[in-house]
Nanobody
Framework: QVQLVESGGGLVQAGGSLRLSCEASRIPIKINSMGWYRQAPGKQRELVAA???????DYGDSVKGRFTISRANGANTVYLQMDSLKPEDAARYYC???????????WGLGTQVTVSS
C-alpha cells in the first residue's frame, strides 16, 4: 500500500520561510503527479502546487511567486519551498500522489503550518 510521509510544518512569523517534504513509498507503478493541497478551518481544500513526472508545475494563484515545488531526481520525494509566508497561508498541508492509470489521489495525513502576524 502506498504511503506518504510529510514533514517540515511548524510555526513561522509572517515573512518567513518553511520547506515541506513528502516522501512516497511502496509505489507499485509510475507516478503521474505529486503535489500539495491545503485546508484551513472553515475553508475548502485548495491546490497549492503540483508537479508532473515530466517536471511541469502548477500553482494556486495565491502562492504564485512565493512557493516553489520541486521533486528529487529519481526519487519519489517532493518538496515545497514556501517563502514570504502570510498569515493566510496558515493551514494543514496535504501531500498527494496520482499514479498512472489510476483516477484517484492518494493522500498523506497532512502537516500543520502556522503563520504568526
Amino acid at each position: 500500500q502506498v504511503q506518504l510521509v510529510e514533514s517540515g510544518g511548524g510555526l513561522v512569523q509572517a515573512g518567513g520561510s518553511l520547506r515541506l517534504s513528502c516522501e512516497a513509498s511502496r509505489i507499485p507503478i509510475k507516478i503521474n503527479s505529486m503535489g500539495w493541497y491545503r485546508q484551513a478551518p472553515g475553508k475548502q481544500r485548495e491546490l497549492v502546487a503540483a508537479i508532473t513526472d515530466g517536471g511541469t508545475t502548477d500553482y494556486g494563484d495565491s502562492v504564485k511567486g512565493r512557493f516553489t515545488i520541486s521533486r528529487a531526481n529519481g526519487a519519489n520525494t517532493v518538496y515545497l519551498q514556501m517563502d514570504s509566508l502570510k498569515p493566510e497561508d496558515a493551514a494543514r498541508y496535504y501531500c498527494y500522489v496520482r499514479l498512472v492509470g489510476n483516477p484517484g489521489s492518494i493522500w498523506g495525513l497532512g502537516t500543520q503550518v502556522t503563520v504568526s502576524s
